[in-house]
């Protein structure tokens, strides 16, 4: 990040009654009840994508039986 934009956001925290940068600082800070992990997203996307894989393979087999 530029140094000169890190500088004025620590200008705008230090100044009494900006709350500008404090406010979204501070929600950085909280935990959100919507946040996963990273490892929690990535078996989701696998449980997803091994369902389609599944749901493709029934419609191969349909479509191999056809021309049985």
Do not use: C
């Not at 934009?5 to 705008?12: G, I």
């Not at 900006?18 to 490892?39: A, C, F, V």
């Not at 929690?40 to 369902?51: Q, V």
Request: cysteine-free; aromatic content about 4%; overall charge negative.
């Amino acid at each position: 990040m530029d140094p000169s934009v890190d500088a004025a956001m620590l200008n705008d925290l230090s100044e009494p009654g900006n709350s500008r940068y404090k406010d979204l600082l501070e929600s950085s800070r909280q935990p959100s009840e919507n946040l996963i992990t990273w490892e929690e997203s990535i078996n989701l996307n696998m449980k997803e994508h091994l369902s389609l894989i599944k749901e493709n393979q029934v419609s191969i087999n349909k479509v191999l039986e056809l021309f049985a």
